[in-house]
């Protein structure tokens, strides 16, 4: 196995892989140059088996097939070539089909099928179904992982989306580009989910790290869906965006669930956003209890300020949100997320459910109420007051001391935020006296001390 092999171990594994690829890619080239087309995909189907080896960990994994794609780029210019000078590309499609071994057939079949259609001799959206759904064959979480980022590597510039030569004359819609990327990120997505469960419970915490280390593989699809010509805000919200969520919440697993919201929230633009905030909110209630919901809260707020200061900037905004037709009040639909993850997720006060962690939250959601909402106190007093009520009765309990030193530091710093913004308009702020309140005399001195000059 992987694990028990050294770094040392690795590096050799790696250096007799590449030795036999390049061996396998010099007989493959040569054959190339003398047109001859059975030897030539024998090697390169000899080359690629070197992709079905177990002996290797992902990251040395990664480097291997980043040195077989090299290769493959020759392959494609081969097969475009044969094409162009009038090999029918259904019958190379149907050729290489004859290679016995799932794996190196399919990463064939998906380098002919990028060249079949670029011919155009059929339509776009045939072939991408096709190689989608034969990609099933490979089940080994790392091998299939790897096979499908090759095939969203390959059709990234082959999609049928608005305005591509590829969409023209029954070539195919962005619905079915939207297909197609959906569902090879999800299969891509329950590959990697299943690397979690690959080995004893022993080898837990070094799985989680090869799985961050491959993350990307996954994320890639979500890049290719929002750099999509007519994935538009409309597309985005009734076709994109609930079938994404469905796959993250489904997944039920929290190393994907984390990343791929994260993810979500930096790939696709802040008024697509704005648009379904509250869809993104809702699914954040049905997340394992492991996800630092907060971290994709606070991710999501600052996009939406972001994007709010960038209009700003540009002399487009005049109030937030000042571009959308907005059913419902950002703000207000954030501050009701968090009211309930705080009363889902915290209801006593333990070590599991961290009063530092409430206050973390109101103090994001008074932020962004600070940043896009310039001079509405009443969102700022508002933030403030739920944060003292939550004190109050946390002081209310009998069984409960004096506050602990990281409370008392999330006291401050969320007493700091108005004082710095606002100065002496803080004291209009009716719950703020009340929130400095719940410190004892240092403390207030050093939240006092935070003040800017006059």
Same mark, same amino acid.
């Given at each position: 196995?992987?694990?028990?092999?050294?770094v040392?171990?690795?590096?050799?594994?790696?250096? !007799?892989a590449t *030795? *036999?690829?390049?061996e @396998?890619?010099?007989?493959?080239?040569?054959? +190339?140059?003398?047109?001859?087309?059975?030897?030539?995909? *024998?090697?390169?189907?000899?080359?690629?088996?070197?992709?079905?080896?177990?002996?290797?960990?992902?990251?040395?994994?990664?480097?291997?097939?980043?040195?077989?794609?090299?290769?493959l780029?020759?392959?494609?210019e081969?097969? @475009?070539?044969?094409? %162009?000078?009038?090999?029918?590309?259904?019958?190379?499609y149907?050729?290489v089909?004859g290679?016995?071994?799932v794996?190196? &057939?399919m990463?064939?079949?998906?380098?002919?099928?990028?060249v079949?259609?670029?011919?155009?001799?059929?339509?776009?959206?045939?072939?991408?179904?096709?190689?989608?759904?034969?990609? =099933?064959?490979?089940?080994? $979480?790392t091998?299939?992982?790897?096979?499908?980022h090759?095939?969203?590597?390959?059709?990234?510039?082959?999609? $049928?989306?608005?305005?591509?030569?590829?969409?023209?004359?029954?070539?195919? #819609?962005?619905?079915?580009?939207v297909?197609?990327?959906?569902?090879?990120?999800?299969?891509t997505?329950?590959?990697?989910?299943?690397?979690? #469960?690959q080995?004893?419970?022993?080898?837990?915490?070094?799985?989680?790290?090869? &799985?961050?280390?491959?993350?990307?593989?996954?994320?890639t699809?979500?890049? &290719?869906?929002?750099?999509?010509?007519?994935?538009?805000r @409309?597309?985005?919200?009734?076709?994109?965006?609930p079938?994404?969520?469905?796959?993250?919440?489904?997944?039920?697993?929290?190393?994907?669930?984390?990343?791929?919201?994260?993810?979500?929230?930096?790939?696709?633009?802040?008024?697509?956003?704005?648009?379904?905030?509250?869809?993104?909110?809702?699914?954040?209630?049905?997340?394992?209890?492991?996800?630092?919901?907060?971290?994709?809260?606070?991710? +999501? +707020?600052?996009?939406?300020?972001?994007?709010? !200061?960038?209009? %700003?900037?540009?002399?487009?905004?005049?109030?937030?949100?000042?571009?959308?037709?907005?059913?419902?009040?950002?703000?207000?639909?954030?501050e !009701?997320?968090?009211?309930?993850?705080i009363?889902?997720?915290?209801?006593?006060?333990? /070590?599991?459910?961290?009063?530092?962690?409430?206050?973390?939250l109101?103090?994001?959601l008074?932020?962004?109420?600070? =940043?896009?909402?310039?001079?509405?106190l009443? =969102?700022?007093?508002?933030?403030?007051?739920?944060?003292?009520?939550?004190?109050?009765?946390r002081?209310?309990? /009998?069984?409960?001391?004096?506050?602990?030193?990281?409370?008392?530091?999330?006291?401050?710093s969320?007493?700091?935020i108005p004082?710095?913004?606002?100065?002496?308009?803080?004291? #209009?702020?009716?719950?703020?006296?009340?929130?400095?309140? @719940?410190? /004892?005399? $240092?403390?207030?001195?050093?939240?006092h001390?935070?003040?800017?000059?006059?």
């Open positions: 196995m992987a694990s028990q092999v050294a040392a171990d690795q590096n050799q594994l790696l250096a !007799a *030795k *036999k690829v390049k @396998h890619a010099f007989y493959m080239k040569r054959a +190339m140059d003398q047109s001859e087309l059975k030897p030539a995909l *024998k090697s390169a189907a000899d080359m690629l088996h070197e992709l079905r080896r177990s002996d290797l960990s992902p990251k040395t994994y990664y480097e291997l097939y980043m040195k077989v794609l090299d290769e780029r020759y392959l494609e081969f097969f @475009h070539g044969l094409v %162009t000078s009038g090999t029918p590309a259904a019958e190379l149907e050729r089909q290679c016995d071994k794996l190196p &057939r990463y064939l079949l998906i380098t002919v099928g990028g079949y259609i670029t011919s155009k001799q059929a339509p776009a959206k045939d072939i991408l179904k096709d190689l989608v759904e034969m990609s =099933k064959g490979v089940q080994n $979480p091998r299939g992982l790897f096979l499908r090759y095939l969203s590597h390959v059709s990234r510039d082959k999609l $049928p989306g608005v305005g591509s030569e590829y969409a023209l004359q029954g070539g195919g #819609s962005v619905d079915d580009a297909d197609f990327v959906i569902q090879n990120f999800s299969e997505n329950w590959l990697w989910v299943r690397m979690q #469960s080995g004893g419970k022993e080898d837990k915490k070094r799985r989680e790290k090869e &799985r961050q280390d491959l993350r990307i593989l996954v994320g699809n979500l890049v &290719r869906l929002s750099q999509l010509e007519g994935v538009d @409309h597309v985005y919200k009734e076709s994109v965006l079938r994404i969520l469905e796959q993250v919440v489904n997944c039920k697993d929290s190393i994907a669930q984390s990343y791929l919201l994260d993810c979500l929230v930096h790939v696709f633009p802040d008024e697509y956003h704005l648009e379904t905030l509250g869809s993104f909110l809702g699914c954040l209630g049905q997340l394992k209890e492991k996800v630092q919901v907060r971290l994709l809260l606070e991710a +999501m +707020m600052e996009r939406l300020a972001k994007g709010y !200061a960038d209009d %700003t900037q540009d002399g487009k905004a005049a109030s937030f949100p000042s571009h959308l037709d907005c059913d419902l009040d950002p703000f207000e639909l954030l !009701a997320c968090v009211d309930k993850l009363s889902d997720r915290f209801t006593c006060w333990s /070590p599991s459910s961290s009063m530092a962690e409430v206050l973390r109101r103090k994001s008074l932020a962004f109420g600070l =940043k896009c909402y310039p001079g509405q009443d =969102k700022v007093n508002a933030c403030l007051g739920k944060a003292s009520q939550t004190l109050a009765a002081d209310a309990a /009998p069984e409960d001391g004096a506050l602990d030193e990281e409370t008392l530091s999330e006291v401050e969320l007493l700091s004082l710095k913004s606002l100065a002496l308009d803080v004291l #209009s702020l009716t719950d703020f006296d009340a929130m400095l309140a @719940h410190l /004892p005399w $240092p403390s207030r001195k050093q939240v001390a935070r003040a800017p000059p006059l």
